[in-house]
């Protein structure tokens, strides 16, 4: 859980620079596997719709994680570009999830949506 107790963190991964010995908790990152975009399983608010991850298409994509994470205008966002994007702006504290049973939605930190997914 993040520090809201209201955000559900898919996974974390360690920072293995530090060294196995010295790793503490602070030393993880929150991510979203990469098999939760493949199976379909995680979405976004757009405009008042749950438009999936993995089959939106480009240009709503881009209007999502524009708002939590600089990126350039591209036409074709392939399965590993969004969970790439989607990955930095958990790392940056921009994207939250939340879970619902065995699926999950994204949001973007700090904006009307994110209040109501949490």
Known sequence: MLPNGKDEVIGRTFDYRKGEKSLKEEDTKPYVPLEVIREDRISFPLNGRNLS???ANAEDFLAF???AVNVMNVKEWSIFMRWNAINIGLEAGTLM????????TLAIVGTKQSEEVA
């Not at 999830?97 to 999950?104: H, I, L, N, T, W």
């Open 97 to 104: 999830v939340s879970r619902e049973e065995d699926s999950y």
């Open 53 to 55: 991850v993995k089959q």
């Open 65 to 67: 994680i524009s708002g």
